[in-house]
């Protein structure tokens, strides 16, 4: 089956595990979105693998990835964690491909997504600073530079050349230095030599490997409730992790896809700011995080922890039809007294079951709270039969509440700790 893993919530729900998992049963792992904000965290035996830009599954080394057009390549950052890869001992080799459609996020990219953060002050977005925003304006603005432009140092040039002009003009408004073309060039021209023997027509060759039936993984970064349009704008990111992006960031028709994997925490958390209705700002939360590492890949943010929250969820569910949802951290929760989940909000005295559009309405909503009992032990608990019933009691009312089955649950960071169903 060719599927698609998807982050159900705010991201970090672990998809880097999930799809590592599922990689043994693919051919072709491909990334059609995001770029270096994402931080996907595999643990193979005692060593912590975390990919950014390459697809997880580039640690099975029978397996080709490919980086699809819809993703913005930092070549600075592609560069470092791909030395970092190869330093553990991972082969790269010929088993990577990177569209030459997928655009390039340059150093003023990275420079303004900071500075317009910083202009925001308590309204700042909370964004990684990799550059993301900014280069998906570019790409929008249709004056993007693309990785193809790395083939022809000539065309390279010219549209550094001209793209800096403009930026420089907004240097000056924003009375910052000024940034050097032939600087720049010279450092892409640098990159240029790395990078052209990944670069390929990666929509030919995908659609090729679909025809003679070989099975694609493809591997959403981010999450649901970070999608440019259906999540919680402004406080998103600036691409389509929705099922969506896999079609326009990829080139694959929407034929292709036969399964949707949505992959949800057993709680909830979010990096950056905007409206988190089951936030928990007291000891619990705390504990949460501090148990469950929740500190960003990329960033080492404190990530903001909370209880489930299954409005979220059933809209992502319905976004991208989920099939199925694989359950991460569930030992996470272990030892509590009693675990919560938000199965709708209170508005202005009335209760909802919906993500208001308008963000000023969706502050105002307050979580309405189903109780269930905790339980003891989760971890590394590998079959359904030995689980605590209460955290099965847990499991088995998000599946109706969802009409979704739970058919991956993770008790622990290690690719065994797992249970399927
Ligand atoms: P950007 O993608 O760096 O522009 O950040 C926009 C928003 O998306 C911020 O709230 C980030 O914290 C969030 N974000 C971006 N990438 C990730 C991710 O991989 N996991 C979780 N949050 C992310």
Known sequence: ???????????????????????????????????????????????????????????????????????????????????????????IGERLLISEKAHLVMPYHKEFDALKESSLGDDKIGT????????????????????????????????????????????DVYGIDRFNHKEIFEEYAEYAKEITPYIRNTVYYLNGVYKNKK????????????????????????????????????????????NVIGVMKAYTTRVGNGPFPSELTDDVGDNIRQKGGEFGATTGRPRRCGWLDLVVVKYAAMLSGMDE??????????????????????????????????????????????????WDNTKNVESYSDLPDSAKQYIEFIERFLGIPITMISTGSKRNEVITR
């Not at 993007?144 to 022809?152: A, H, K, Q």
């Not at 509590?336 to 508005?347: F, L």
Request: with cysteine; glycine share 12%; net charge negative.
């Open 1 to 91: 089956m060719n599927r698609l893993v998807i982050g159900a919530q705010w991201g970090d729900e672990g998809k880097g595990k999930i799809v590592d998992i599922l990689t043994k049963d693919a051919d072709i792992v491909v990334r059609y979105q995001g770029g270096s904000n994402a931080g996907h965290t595999v643990c193979i035996d005692d060593e912590t693998f975390i990919l950014h830009l390459i697809p997880s599954g580039i640690l099975h080394k029978d397996k080709i990835c490919v980086i699809g057009n819809g993703v913005v390549i930092d070549p600075k950052s592609f560069l470092e964690e791909k030395r970092t890869l190869e330093g553990l001992g991972v082969e």
């Open 128 to 171: 990684t600073k990799r550059g993301i925003g900014p280069c998906y304006v570019d790409k929008h603005a249709r004056v993007g530079i693309r990785i193809c432009d790395l083939l022809s140092l000539d065309i390279l040039k010219k549209k550094i050349e001209t793209n800096v002009e403009e930026i420089n003009k907004l240097c």
């Open 215 to 258: 099975k694609i993984l493809f591997e959403g970064a981010q999450g649901s409730l970070l999608d440019i349009d259906f999540g919680t704008y402004p406080f998103v990111t600036s691409s389509n992790p929705t099922v969506g992006g896999a079609f326009s960031g990829t080139g694959l028709p929407y034929k292709a896809l036969e």
């Open 325 to 374: 949802i694989a359950m991460t951290k569930i030992d996470v929760l272990d030892g509590m007294d009693e675990i919560k989940v938000c199965t709708g909000y209170e508005y202005e005295g009335r209760k909802i079951g919906f993500i208001p559009s308008q963000l000023e309405e969706f502050a105002k909503c307050k979580p309405v709270y189903k109780t269930f009992e905790g």
